[in-house]
């Protein structure tokens, strides 16, 4: 299954995945909790956003060679990133050379876009050199090879209902599967489109990295809960904080909007004992986020490391004192603490 489907007009919703109204098959269910979808043949996960880009839709064919597409889509600039994943239907371990095996399927896949870009009026233009790249994961590199094509109105049409077209091509294999790569865009999104185009590659390719580095974060994951209140304890969580707000994929759940009060008021009596309670939170919550836990599940555990190392600093310092969190400990107790901080969530945002 290429990717080959066109962007549409802006007034138009984002098109399909490529086949996906002609032949068999069924429309993935995405998460609507915010955690990332996760492709069952890899594991690979891609979450919901990836900057100003949002996953829209998915498509599973029926026919498993043909994979599953993904469908990012940047509204303002008029943009769609599609996502293939498919077998690569060899053994790859009796294949001498893996990238020219990755060239072969590419060139098929330049020869797919432009058979189905002639059916959707469109011709192609200036085809640049197929470039050769590496994916440095921690597992090991993966050979990438990448394209960038252009398309045009075939005549008679003109670019004013044919707006002349960028597409980007990228192809890889990860573990036994090929992932193709598609970002189409306006030509005349010019400079400012190729930066948005360039900022989706990087987090798509941050999406094959990531699988490779979680025995790390939950390594880190480990030292906190072995020596929480200790520097190697203390930095293996800032470690892991780090890690999340620089990842396109892994992102710890914290409500702040319902803890920093509490958090606010013991920091003012120690401030060490409130990131201490933060740094709690955070790995509860990576700890499940990590092993594709439920948002749920990460809320749980996130209140009940934080519970319980709140209940400590209460035994060392009478001073430290919170009504939210007493409840917020009581609740963890009866495995209720995921339920408790949505309520208080739901509340905060102006709902009942």
Not at 19 to 48: M, N
Not at 100 to 121: P, T, Y
Not at 237 to 265: K, M, W, Y
Request: hydrophobic letters at 40%.
């Amino acid at each position: 299954m290429a990717c080959v489907t066109l962007f549409c007009a802006a007034e138009d919703k984002p098109a399909q995945p490529d086949k996906a109204a002609d032949k068999p098959g069924e429309w993935l269910h995405l998460p609507s909790d915010g955690t990332p979808w996760k492709h069952p043949g890899t594991d690979l996960r891609f979450p919901q956003h990836l900057g100003k880009y949002t996953l829209r839709i998915g498509f599973q064919d029926k026919q498993a060679a043909a994979g599953v597409a993904l469908s990012y889509v940047h509204d303002e600039q008029n943009m769609k990133g599609d996502i293939v994943l498919f077998p690569c239907g060899k053994d790859l371990t009796k294949i001498n050379d893996i990238l020219a095996f990755v060239h072969g399927e590419h060139d098929k896949l330049v020869n797919e876009i432009q058979v189905a870009s002639r059916s959707q009026g469109y011709v192609a233009g200036k085809q640049g050199e197929v470039e050769e790249k590496t994916v440095h994961t921690w597992q090991g590199d993966l050979p990438m090879t990448v394209q960038t094509l252009e398309l045009g109105p075939a005549p008679p049409l003109s670019e004013a209902d044919h707006p002349r077209i960028s597409q980007w091509l990228g192809l890889l294999i990860y573990q036994d599967h090929f992932m193709e790569i598609s970002i189409v865009r306006p030509a005349a999104t010019g400079a400012e489109g190729e930066k948005q185009r360039n900022d989706l590659v990087a987090q798509l390719l941050q999406c094959v990295r990531e699988p490779s580095v979680v025995p790390e974060m939950l390594k880190l994951c480990r030292t906190y809960v072995d020596k929480p209140l200790t520097k190697e304890g203390r930095e293996a969580a800032d470690s892991l904080l780090s890690f999340s707000r620089a990842s396109a994929v892994f992102r710890v759940i914290f409500p702040g909007e319902v803890l920093t009060p509490a958090l606010d008021q013991i920091s003012a009596v120690s401030k060490d004992t409130g990131y201490d309670l933060l740094r709690s939170f955070i790995v509860g919550s990576a700890v499940v986020a990590l092993q594709n836990g439920t948002a749920d599940q990460s809320l749980e555990e996130g209140g009940r490391l934080m519970a319980q190392m709140y209940n400590l600093a209460k035994k060392d310092d009478a001073k430290i004192s919170s009504t939210l969190l007493d409840e917020l400990s009581q609740a963890a107790d009866k495995q209720q603490g995921a339920q408790y901080l949505r309520k208080k969530m739901q509340k905060a945002s102006g709902g009942h």
